[in-house]
């Protein structure tokens, strides 16, 4: 099992950027997978970015370019950069762990892009 706790949203203006953190409870050496996704209201949950544990990533088309995810496995940390923020950016943002056929999931974080 892991628990993961996000922490670093708010709100920006347009153009503006965040970094949010991703801290799990214990070593993400072995856990292949984590992601940051996303859900605004009256939407489904979408994926944002994925990282391997080999540092293999993936973006969703909409931020490309513009978010960075990057993991810190000497601090059992996941982090995505948010630059060039963007009003249909707003969603809370959930981090995601795939451990033994598993997913985990954060409380989430609040995103706010004003325009």
């Known amino acids: 099992q892991v628990q993961l706790v996000e922490s670093g949203g708010g709100l920006v203006q347009a153009g503006g950027s965040l970094r949010l953190s991703c801290a799990a409870s214990r070593s993400i050496l072995s856990i292949n997978y984590m992601g940051w996704y996303r859900q605004a209201p009256g939407k489904q949950r979408e994926l944002v970015a994925a990282i391997t544990s080999g540092g293999s990533t993936n973006y969703a088309d909409s931020v490309k370019g513009r978010f960075t995810i990057s993991r810190d496995n000497a601090k059992n940390m996941v982090y995505l950069q948010m630059n060039s923020l963007k009003p249909e950016d707003t969603a809370v943002y959930y981090c995601?762990?795939?451990?033994?056929?598993?997913?985990?999931w954060g409380q989430g974080t609040q995103v706010t892009v004003s325009s």
């Open positions: 995601n762990a795939r451990l033994s056929l598993l997913a985990y």
